[in-house]
């Protein structure tokens, strides 16, 4: 079958859907980058002053000037402005709700990082449930709708949603 077949009855269905319109595509040219994660992890982390992300994250200048624009433009993040006493107007740089709705799919980066990349000695850090009377650790589960946890990733089957396209080859 060559790449421009039409798709077979054994063929994934997903050939016959375009990815013009991928959310997946397009959240990863977002944060596909490997700084504007660890910029997302600073300032999950409470690091939100320029300086503070650069030094504590030993971002280049110009790199971490140019992710925080990205952000920003993107709505993930917003400046808030502040001043020290005697010193000129400067900004931090918090979560929007858009970017605090990346904190499930980060711990899920975390988590995996933590079970396959981690020193000997164990994960650097771990997440914890803010409430003093629990401070349990979390975890990312997939659910249904229903509720059901689906610990095996291949119990999540794909399907066309509201905003599918027809796959149409170009030659």
Known sequence: MSST???TETSPPALAWSVDNCTLGRAMAILGERWTVVVLREVFLGV???DDIRRHAGIPRQV???????LVDQGILRKVPYRADGARTRHEYRLTAMGL?????LLAISHWGDRYLADPGG?????VHRDDECAEEVHVE???AAGHHLADPREVATRPGPGVRPFEPQD
């Open 48 to 50: 939100r002053r320029f």
């Open 142 to 144: 997939v659910r249904c």
């Open 101 to 105: 709705e990346l904190q499930p799919v």
């Open 64 to 70: 971490l000037t140019n992710r925080l624009a990205a």
């Open 5 to 7: 077949a039409a798709p």
């Open 123 to 127: 994960p650097p850090t771990v997440f």
